[in-house]
């Protein structure tokens, strides 16, 4: 049986003869951490180079505490080498680069398919890299949405990533149909923070004959609730609604800002869904360049390309994918928890509500503590004004997230952060929290 986190920490700190909180601890966790090689591998920015940094309150040539990696990932370090590859290859043999180099631009995307299959635990013929994330759900939404007088509403959680909800709508407006009654807004219970399961289940089968589709994300993007996509899906399954799956490279994959994204849909679709809007590049490699306007398409996913993709575009999602195929999402798992684990740990210690000093800055962590319903995304909400904390975070060199209303959002990344990023991140806190505090006082 494993340890919980709080078990690991309690062994470890007792192993050294330390407090549980002491920096020994997560120095001890990062020499026995087998991921922590991977680290090399990015580039991680300076303090110094960070523009909200105060450099009197901190040391600036210590690298920065990035825990944004939610919302953008950090550079592999490989990224610039192949993008300087590929405009050296442009520079020199032009055209001729569709067709030679280690990425020929024609097909340079296939050759990357493999490896993003084994993350996402797909088919490589059930998975396909192209456009951004958005121009994706469109596409798969054209397909996959087909309302009907009695089945027409689409399944979406509160507070969906702001782009998911537009397209949602402007899908449903496309059909010439009420967004207000398609749209099937599930929300949490009163005075909860996240959806429960139950909940999700109990609608699809209250409503499931008049649901076309299910679109959930994998991890709520304001709340860092993992969904269960499984009791999801099986609910959905049971009523024959439709659900798509899309996938955003930009944060925890590292593929840059506007980086290409992904789609998946499972090969028993691979003959019955065709897509709707039609592209040279959804044309079988082997005839495309034929050019007889006689379109022989490719089953499944690799029907709806559109275009041959941005090289550029491709270089950084190589330069990482490479990285990931140095471990696995097993180990990457296990190390998230831990880490997640180690830093709610700590904040739990510091800063959980004291009613004996009301005025003491404290957090709530609107996350799911259950490890099995969060990414390595925490969520925070404080007690004093969240733009503050913000502020006073980033003058002390930490990269992290605020999102309107009132949430501060860190995700230590098991890719690249260690558990000595976790520590120095409660230690900037604590200076910030006591700046703020003294301030109120």
């Known amino acids: 049986m494993m340890e919980s986190v709080q078990q690991t920490i309690t062994r470890v700190s007792q192993e050294l003869n330390c407090s549980a909180t002491s920096l020994r601890v997560a120095e001890h966790l990062d020499r026995h951490d087998e991921l922590r090689l991977l680290r090399q591998e990015f580039l991680i920015p300076k303090i110094s180079d960070l523009p909200p940094s105060d450099l009197s309150l901190v040391d600036g040539s210590e690298d920065c505490i990035y825990f944004a ?63 951004g994330l958005t121009v994706n759900l469109h596409l798969l939404m054209l397909s996959f949405y087909k309302p009907s007088p009695k089945r027409y509403k689409i399944l979406l959680e509160d507070k969906a990533f702001p782009s998911d909800h537009y397209a949602i709508e402007s899908q449903i407006r496309l059909r010439g149909l009420d967004v207000t009654d398609s749209m099937l807004i599930i929300k949490p219970r009163q005075g909860e923070d996240t959806i429960r399961t139950e909940d999700i289940v109990s609608v699809i089968e209250r409503e499931g004959d008049a649901i076309a589709l299910v679109m959930l994300s994998g991890v709520q993007y304001y709340t860092g609730q993992l969904f269960n996509m499984e009791a999801i899906t099986s609910a959905g399954h049971a009523k024959n609604t439709n659900k798509i799956r899309i996938v955003c490279f930009i944060q925890y994959v590292n593929s840059g800002a506007g980086g290409l994204a992904g789609a998946y849909i499972h090969e028993k679709h691979a003959h019955s869904v065709k897509p709707t809007l039609m592209g040279w590049w959804g044309h079988n490699l082997k005839t495309r360049f034929l050019m007889n306007n006689e379109m022989e398409l490719q089953p499944g996913v690799k029907g709806f390309r559109l275009s041959n993709q941005p090289f550029l575009l491709v270089c950084p999602l190589q330069a990482s994918l490479e990285i990931f195929n140095r471990t696995s999402m097993k180990d990457l798992r296990r190390k998230s928890v831990l880490l997640t684990g180690y830093l709610e740990y700590l904040i739990r210690h510091y800063y959980t509500k004291d009613p004996s000093a009301p005025d003491k800055p404290s957090v709530h962590i609107i996350t799911p503590s259950d490890p099995q319903q969060r990414g390595c995304q925490l969520s925070l909400c404080f007690s004093c004004p969240i733009r503050t904390v913000f502020q006073e975070l980033e003058k002390r060199g930490v990269a992290c997230d605020m999102r309107e209303p009132n949430v501060l959002r860190v995700a230590p990344v098991p890719l690249y952060n260690s558990f000595t990023d976790v520590h120095r991140f409660i230690t900037a806190l604590g200076s910030a929290s006591r700046n703020m505090f003294s301030a109120v006082k």
């Open 69 to 131: 990696g939610n919302s953008l990932g950090l550079q592999p370090k490989n990224a610039k080498k192949y993008i300087e590859e590929e405009l050296e290859k442009w520079a020199t043999i032009g055209v001729h680069g569709h067709l030679k180099g280690s990425r020929p631009w024609a097909w340079a995307e296939d050759t990357l398919e493999e490896l993003m299959a084994k993350i996402v635990g797909a088919k490589p013929e059930e998975v396909v890299l192209m456009n």
